[in-house]
């Protein structure tokens, strides 16, 4: 296998969990909810993902119960951010240490203090047969498991819905100007509940496949940060689906990169080639914000009494 | 437009004459707290008692531990001090409308940098050594949110993200210093070789004595109040807080001030760095930043804006903290239920916003 093909083969199962949790950030973003709980979320989602996997045997129903934890998180969130109109960072980081305490205890509890820590199996690579034995192609996109495939499915979803429907144009317009939303017969709170539940459910799933792809255990820190930086993937993809997508490979190639370099050993301190994704992440921000642009309802309440804004 | 200005977060002490009155203005500052805490420690006890353990032998040694023993005390002030100070970082670039989640990251540099010194002038006597090293440290932690605040001010770069990934660096360049510069082979964990005597704080007491930075830190709590109160400095702050367009209008230049905010914050977080060296390990390990930053990111939410309450509340957190481990030997309930715990108190404090608005309307 060549050098180059080895390492989109492994840029793309990192690309995973990205671009899950940035499509469901993106997806409520566009309404007008700035989540900032994605960390906690993707913890929480390991380890309900893990255990759940652990315990029924199936990881399928391990990434539907991550999806549906954070999922309820998400319920909180709308319904604190439309209905009690709560301020969107303050209710969202509430949330962050809420997940971060579940997650932990709930592993404690099911699992407790063990000398081996518990396995679950890693999921099977499903080669799409034809399109996996395209040369090159093939190997690099077409021979992976099968929530790889799921997730780019998902970016094209909600693509297709934002930008191809009707309904995905009177979505994108809640972001914008909720208040001429709403005079057009929009229904704001519903859009704004439904488009949170689903994305931070999308953000339980990404943490969900951690713990399945690589090494088949939780740890704590294995989320690592993704979660923030799930923040700037948004940013950077300037709220679109599409770009969200180019985005997530940066990423997931710095991280591939920086896990390869520590390997192959190049004569660098290993730490700071770690520190790799996190300063790139931060270049890339000078540059994106520059151009980028954000639905300019995000992170702000809408209040159809108020004569105020919108 | 002035209104505006002035109004908030004024503390009851100073509250127009025309308020109802002192008493029932206080009772509406006590009272949220007291029913978001008690709400939390229901809610907590219902899930504890789901796990199957006794929710009230668990509180008990959460409320009790600080307390009880000279031992728990000094340990819940050791505690205090970079809680509070991290919920300062937070909360001082708050003051200005900018989040802060980089206090961790700043602290851990503030440690380096205090830590550099403790060990490269080791032979200094401490009246000259003690100060360097504090100072290294808040310096420290002020570049490393300088960085955040060049970036937003020059790049329009969100600070929320910059601290935050700034954090994730600052872990790895700890870990290389921690292994590479200064490394303690014999430590089986990284960490760095201890600082010199000069760079250690003077305890009080017997053993375990209290570390001086606890002294430090009540000195920089009225410091801070006065600053926030008394400059115009503080004013401008506050006023760019409450109503950004209005102090724009009044002539404050808001994007220096948000990025001074930012480096303060830093600097404090730095100081707290430098506090934990020189008090508690004598060296620089991993994983000395435990759960400050979340921690100090709860007290600044649940201060709201005020800087006088920060303290409070920072102790009360530091209890909670101290007697999370003890309530995991004696009552086997995990250590991560006061986490929750602390989240619930902030939630039901945001929604006694709401039920006090129904209150006061009806």
């Given amino acids: 296998m060549g050098e180059i093909t080895e390492f989109l ?57 991550a999806f549906a934890i954070a999922g309820v998180f998400g319920l909180v969130l709308a319904y604190m951010t439309t209905q009690l109109r709560l301020d969107q960072f303050v209710v969202g980081l509430a949330l962050y240490f809420a997940a971060l305490g579940a997650a932990g205890l709930l592993y404690r509890e099911v699992i407790g203090i063990t000398m081996e820590p518990p396995l679950i199996p890693t999921l099977e690579d499903k080669p799409i047969p034809l399109l996996s034995d395209i040369p090159f192609l093939g190997e690099v996109l077409f021979d992976h498991d099968l929530v790889v495939y799921l997730a780019f499915a998902i970016s094209l979803a909600i693509w297709w819905f934002m930008y191809k429907t009707r309904s995905g144009l009177a979505f994108r317009s809640i972001g914008e100007n909720p208040k001429a939303a709403d005079s057009l017969g929009i229904n704001v709170t519903w859009a704004r509940t439904w488009s949170t539940v689903v994305g931070s459910g999308l953000v339980g799933m990404a943490g969900a496949y951690l713990p399945m792809v690589y090494t088949g255990l939780y740890t704590e820190g294995m ?26 490979a940066f990423f997931a190639g710095m991280e591939v990169l920086a896990l390869r370099a520590q390997v192959a050993g190049i004569g660098i301190p290993h730490q700071f080639v770690l520190m790799l994704p996190y300063v790139a992440t931060l270049l890339v921000m000078v540059f994106a914000f520059r151009w980028a642009r954000q639905p300019s309802f995000l992170g702000r309440n809408y209040d159809r009494e108020s004569r105020l804004v919108g | 437009m002035s209104e505006t200005l002035t109004a908030p977060p004024a503390p009851p002490a100073e509250a127009p004459a025309k308020r109802p009155s002192r008493v029932a203005e206080a009772l509406w500052l006590v009272i949220p707290y007291v029913v978001s805490v008690v709400l939390a420690f229901v809610v907590g006890g219902l899930i504890i008692a789901a796990i ?51 206090a961790e990251g700043q602290l851990l540099v503030g440690a380096t940098g205090g830590v550099a010194l403790g060990i490269l002038w080791s032979d200094l006597p401490m009246i000259v050594l003690l100060p360097c090293v504090l100072i290294a440290g808040a310096l420290a932690g002020a570049v490393w949110a300088g960085i955040a605040a060049f970036l937003m001010t020059k790049f329009q770069v969100n600070e929320i993200l910059s601290t935050v990934v700034l954090n994730f660096i600052s872990f790895q360049l700890i870990d290389y210093v921690a ?47 006065v600053f926030m109160r008394r400059t115009s400095t503080g004013f401008e702050m506050r006023a760019v807080g409450a109503n950004l367009r209005a102090a724009q209008v009044h002539g404050i230049r808001t994007s220096r001030l948000a990025g001074a905010g930012l480096v303060v914050g830093g600097a404090v977080a730095g100081l707290a760095g430098a506090i934990e060296v020189a008090g508690v390990h004598g060296k620089m390990l991993e994983g000395m930043q435990s759960n400050f930053l979340i921690l100090g990111i709860i007290v ?63």
């Fill in chain 1, 9 to 65: 083969t492994l840029m793309i199962p990192a690309m995973v969990p990205f671009l899950l949790a940035a499509q469901g950030t993106v997806l409520s973003g566009r309404a007008g909810v700035f989540n900032v709980s994605q960390e906690g979320l993707m913890v929480l989602g390991a380890a309900v993902g893990f255990l759940v996997s652990f315990k029924a045997g199936s990881n399928t129903v391990g990434m539907a119960a």
């Fill in chain 1, 223 to 248: 989320v690592a940060g993704r979660g923030w930086l799930v923040i700037a993937l948004a940013f950077l993809g300037g709220w679109r689906p599409h770009l969200v997508v180019a985005g997530a």
């Fill in chain 2, 52 to 102: 199957g353990r006794d929710p009230f032998a668990a509180f008990e040694s959460v409320l009790t531990t600080s307390f009880n023993t000279r031992f728990g005390t000094i340990e819940t002030l050791h505690k205090w001090v970079p809680v509070l100070l991290c919920a300062y970082a937070f909360a001082i670039p708050l003051a200005t409308g900018k989040f802060n989640i980089g």
């Fill in chain 2, 179 to 225: 292994s590479h510069v200064w490394p303690d082979r014999g430590a089986g964990h990284p960490a760095t070789t201890p600082v010199g005597e000069g760079a250690l704080l003077p305890g009080i007491g017997q053993a375990p004595p209290m570390h001086t930075g606890v002294l430090l830190t009540v000195l920089l709590v009225i410091v801070i109040a």
């Fill in chain 2, 300 to 362: 600044g939410l649940m201060a709201r804006g005020s800087m006088l309450a920060l303290p409070f509340i920072a102790f009360g957190i530091a209890v909670l903290e101290v007697g999370a481990g003890s309530m995991q030997r004696t009552a086997q309930v995990p250590v991560e239920m006061v986490l929750i715990i602390e989240a619930l108190i902030l939630l039901f404090l945001l929604l006694s916003d709401i039920a006090r608005a129904k209150i006061r309307r009806s």
